[in-house]
C-alpha cells in the first residue's frame, strides 16, 4: 500500500522560509522521479518542481530561485526548501511519484502572512 506522508507545513511571515518533507512508502522509491505540487484555495494542483532519481532538478517559473527540491534515497524522503515566501504561495502542498498512478496524501498547509 502506497503511503504518502507531508509535513513541514505551517504559518510564516511573508519574506521567511519554511521546509518541507515527504516520506513515501510502498513506492520504489530510489528509483521514483518525485514532484512536489501544490493547490490553492479554488485553483488547480500545479506542479512546481521535480527531482529524478538520479537528482536532476525542474521548477515552475514561479519558484524558480525561491524552492529548492532535494532527495535521500538513502533515508527515503524528499524535501521542498522553500526561500523568500509570499502570500501567494499559501497553499495545501503535497509530494507525489510521478507517472504512478497513486493516492494523493493529505498534503500539508501552508499559509504565508501578508
Known amino acids: 500500500q502506497v503511503q504518502l506522508v507531508e509535513s513541514g507545513g505551517g504559518l510564516v511571515q511573508a519574506g521567511g522560509s519554511l521546509r518541507l518533507s515527504c516520506a513515501a512508502s510502498?513506492?520504489?522509491?530510489?528509483?521514483?522521479?518525485m514532484g512536489w505540487y501544490r493547490q490553492a484555495p479554488g485553483k488547480q494542483r500545479e506542479l512546481l518542481a521535480a527531482i529524478t532519481p538520479g537528482s536532476s532538478t525542474n521548477y515552475a517559473s514561479s519558484v524558480k530561485g525561491r524552492f529548492t527540491i532535494s532527495r535521500d534515497n538513502a533515508k527515503n524522503p524528499v524535501y521542498l526548501q522553500m526561500t523568500s515566501l509570499k502570500h501567494e504561495d499559501t497553499a495545501v502542498y503535497y509530494c507525489?511519484?510521478?507517472?504512478?498512478?497513486?493516492?494523493w496524501g493529505q498534503g500539508t498547509q501552508v499559509t504565508v502572512s501578508s
Open positions: 510502498g513506492i520504489a522509491f530510489s528509483l521514483s522521479a
Open positions: 507525489y511519484p510521478r507517472g504512478q498512478g497513486v493516492d
